[in-house]
């Protein structure tokens, strides 16, 4: 019996692995993630407005600041990854200033950098303020502790789309 | 205590940290089957040393450019296990010198390599991500835990299929094959699967922690059971019990996810010391 139901899943792995070599994955381990995942967790493209901590901005939508340090780290990297679950939400998060520049188009761009626990991978989410800020006479100094709260907003440059943090609120640490 | 539960309810709803649980239980689970074995056929620094073979292996993929690593380290790993394991208790040069021996070779290239042609600007983001998992764990897309959940079914499959092989060929592989039973074509089953799990479970602990993921659930177990069924199941289940815990405290405390697991494994090995005291004493 033992043999059998081995052989059975075996075989069965087998067709799942060939299946998910298609352009399509199979249904089943998706429907398997689907149960174990609650759809509200999937659907929801805002969790945290339903669940508000001692510590955490009631104002904003997503609030990193209250978060720490692995759960901030693995947000924003899902932020970048399916950035159109997160568009239009208000969100506070701190980390430390920094500023790079492209020569090719002579454009600045503005980021906010959060390590990992270990800090020694960092996640970087860009900001704007509004045009009637300048750098560097509005700006912090590169690597200070700043916060920053905003909504996450987008814009097309060169044919690709890029998210930011359009906020009017830049607060140094 | 309400703060605490409303952490718990916004962390768990992210879909990433679901995934993190699914694939962390998934590889101890598949990790605590091999661990038996590997432990009791003397080869319990295998998992150090092939995830060292994969570390190098990840080096030469980022060098081909190739947009998924598993298709060198996977057959890279595998090819080592196979080198390692198949060859049993006859090998030319021992179990624990092979080991030693491919692992530092590996380790060394490996960083010798992504020196040379990194591909990234961060280079020690990357060996510290390889080497201790960092939150590689909290990274993964639904592509991932489908490979995760495929995998873990074949090797759990495999296990069930092959149990009693793999019975024989820990305890007595030389009777085995007076039998006239191809031991070889086990330790090569062993070696595989032994491989497949090392390049999953470097993603939840990295590859200097693997070895816990494999050694620490089997020795926990070993302290108490005495027959090899019953160790492998209060193995799976201690291994398992670890890793959702392990990841449940890095999720709510901010703690890394790899060290986390491996010191509630440190933690449970101790406590079943205890016990074992007071189940000695108590056959005595």
């Known amino acids: 019996m033992k043999r059998s139901v081995s052989l059975i899943s075996l075989t069965l792995a087998a067709a799942f692995t060939l299946g998910s070599c298609g352009q399509k994955a199979s249904d089943t381990p998706n429907a398997l993630i689907d149960a174990i995942v609650s759809d ?81 991978c960092s996640q970087g989410l860009e900001f704007m303020l509004d045009d009637s800020k300048s750098y560097p006479d509005d700006y912090p100094e590169t690597a200070a502790d700043i916060e920053v709260k905003g909504i996450l907003d987008r814009y097309d440059e060169e044919g690709q789309t890029y998210y930011y943090i359009r906020t009017d609120e830049l607060k140094v640490l | ?19 993190a649980l699914i694939v962390g239980l998934l590889i101890a689970l598949c990790s605590s089957l091999l661990g038996v074995t590997l432990v009791l056929k003397r080869f319990s620094y295998i998992g150090d040393g092939l995830s060292h073979v994969a570390f190098g292996a990840m080096a030469v993929a ?103 092989k793999i019975f024989a060929v820990t305890f007595d592989e030389s009777f085995m094959k007076a039998a006239g039973v191809k031991a070889g074509v086990y330790n090569l089953v062993i070696a595989v699967i032994t491989a497949l799990i090392i390049v999953l479970a470097m993603n939840l602990v990295g590859s200097l922690l693997i070895s816990a993921l494999i050694i620490f659930p089997a020795l926990s177990a070993m302290r108490v059971f005495k027959s090899f069924r019953s160790v492998v199941i209060c193995s799976a289940a201690v291994s398992v019990f670890c890793a959702g ?40």
Not at chain 2, 1 to 19: G, I, N
């Open chain 2, 245 to 284: 815990a392990g990841i449940f405290v890095s999720v709510m405390f901010g703690t890394p996810v790899g060290s986390t697991i491996v010191v509630t494994d440190i933690a449970v090995f101790f406590i079943f010391c205890i016990i074992s005291l007071f189940t000695r004493r108590k056959a005595l």
């Open chain 2, 62 to 164: 980022g060098i081909t450019g190739l947009t998924n690593n598993n298709y060198v380290v996977i057959p890279i790993t595998v090819i080592s296990a196979i080198l390692l394991l198949r060859t049993g208790q006859n090998a030319k040069i021992n179990g624990d010198a092979a080991i030693a021996m491919i692992s530092v070779g590996a380790l060394a290239v490996g960083y010798l390599l992504m020196n040379l042609f990194p591909s990234s600007a961060n280079i020690s983001g990357d060996v510290c991500t390889t080497l201790f998992g960092s939150t590689s764990i909290l990274t993964l897309k639904r592509e991932d835990v489908i490979l995760c959940i495929v995998m873990s079914v074949i090797v759990i499959s495999a296990f069930l299929l092959f149990y009693h």
């Open chain 2, 1 to 19: 205590m309400a703060d605490l539960a409303a952490k718990l309810q916004l962390y768990f709803s992210y879909p990433f940290v679901w995934y």
């Open chain 1, 40 to 120: 509200a967790a999937g659907a929801e493209p805002n969790p945290s407005a339903k669940y508000v901590t001692a510590d955490s901005d009631p104002n904003v939508d997503l609030d990193l600041t209250a978060m720490n340090s692995t759960m901030v780290y693995s947000v924003i990297y899902d932020i970048m990854v399916e950035p159109e679950k997160y568009y239009g939400q208000t969100m506070k998060v701190d980390g430390f200033f920094d500023t790079v520049t492209d020569d090719r188009l002579g454009t600045r761009y503005f980021f906010v950098v959060v390590p990992d626990a270990a800090a020694c």
